[in-house]
């Protein structure tokens, strides 16, 4: 049974940082390309980023370029999410996807 799992959300000031982790289970994560999605109240579920198998290529939507860095571990079946320099507008619930499947998010709020 594939099974995601993230943590790390939370309440940050905008300039603030979090640490998303997503830990997986049931499928084969080092052969799987994994992602970050996030949706914000009223709006469409968003690509954030994406990492390959050994995490040598990676992709970040424009709006988070610069500012949020994708990582895994495989050896620990977990992906991360490193988020520096949030804005309010990153407020969000983030999800992470792998295995065809998704995890059951974890919010993210950022004050103004």
């Known amino acids: 049974q594939v099974q995601l799992v993230e943590s790390g959300g939370g309440l940050v000031q905008a300039g603030g940082s979090l640490r998303l982790s997503c830990a997986a289970s049931?499928?084969?994560?080092?052969?799987?390309?994994m992602s970050w999605y996030r949706q914000a109240p009223g709006k469409e579920r968003e690509l954030v980023a994406v990492?390959?198998?050994?995490?040598?290529?990676?992709y970040y939507a424009d709006s988070v370029k610069g500012r949020f860095t994708i990582s895994r571990d495989n050896a620990k079946n977990t992906m991360y999410l490193q988020m520096n320099s949030l804005k309010p507008e990153d407020t969000a619930v983030y999800y992470c996807?792998?295995?065809?499947?998704w995890g059951q998010g974890t919010q993210v709020t950022v004050s103004s």
């Open positions: 049931g499928f084969a994560f080092s052969s799987s390309g």
């Open positions: 990492i390959n198998t050994f995490g040598h290529s990676t």
């Open positions: 996807s792998g295995g065809n499947s």
